[in-house]
């Protein structure tokens, strides 16, 4: 009797380790997921502001040559 209650315990343990790595995993997605949501809007504005400065190049018309 000792053998089987020993296997469910462990088996327990085992699933209550893979519960807490979940866990663990689907907060460091979503961490992930706002840093990458981040980081677009900040390429977004770098483009805006790229393409502002180059059509305020091209009307002045002073283009590199």
Known sequence: ???PML???LGFCGIAVLGVLAVRV???AQR???QVAAT???INRAA???ERAATRLAA???ALR
């Open 60 to 62: 002045t018309g002073d």
């Open 32 to 34: 992930l997921g706002r």
């Open 1 to 3: 009797m000792f053998w």
């Open 26 to 28: 689907f907060a460091e």
């Open 7 to 9: 296997a469910v315990a």
């Open 48 to 50: 805006e502001d790229l």
């Open 40 to 42: 677009t809007e900040r």
